[in-house]
């Protein structure tokens, strides 16, 4: 079982910047793949940014290309969103995802764990 656990959301200006963390237990951190989904009121849970085992694959949503970067420390069991240029349409639920499977997924039904969420509000 993994357990993961997301911090660093809060209360930003547009324009802004935030990084959250996830740190993660009860595996081996390098043999997973990891993601960020968000869920904002009203709307379903969207991919953000994915990262493979070694970090030496990326992949991000359109909406998010260019203003967020995804990174792992796999000596600290973390994986890191640092998101820039925050706009009120970021505002959400954001979501730390695991999976064990070769490839790295994009969509939510691959993932095999969860956390929490940590959330994030974007003011204009």
């Known amino acids: 079982q993994v357990q993961l656990v997301e911090s660093g959301g809060g209360l930003v200006q547009a324009g802004g910047s935030l990084r959250l963390s996830c740190a993660a237990s009860g595996r081996t951190f390098s043999t997973l793949n990891m993601g960020w989904f968000r869920q904002a009121p009203g709307k379903e849970r969207e991919f953000v940014a994915a990262?493979?085992?070694?970090?030496?694959?990326?992949y991000y949503a359109d909406s998010v290309k260019g203003r967020f970067t995804i990174s792992r420390d796999n000596a600290k069991n973390t994986v890191y969103l640092q998101m820039s240029s925050l706009k009120p349409g970021d505002t959400a639920v954001y979501y730390c995802?695991?999976?064990?499977?070769?490839?790295?997924?994009?969509?939510?039904?691959?993932?095999?764990?969860w956390g929490q969420g940590t959330q994030v509000t974007v003011s204009s």
């Open positions: 995802a695991a999976d064990l499977s070769i490839m790295v997924p994009t969509t939510q039904r691959e993932y095999d764990y």
């Open positions: 990262i493979s085992r070694n970090g030496g694959s990326t």
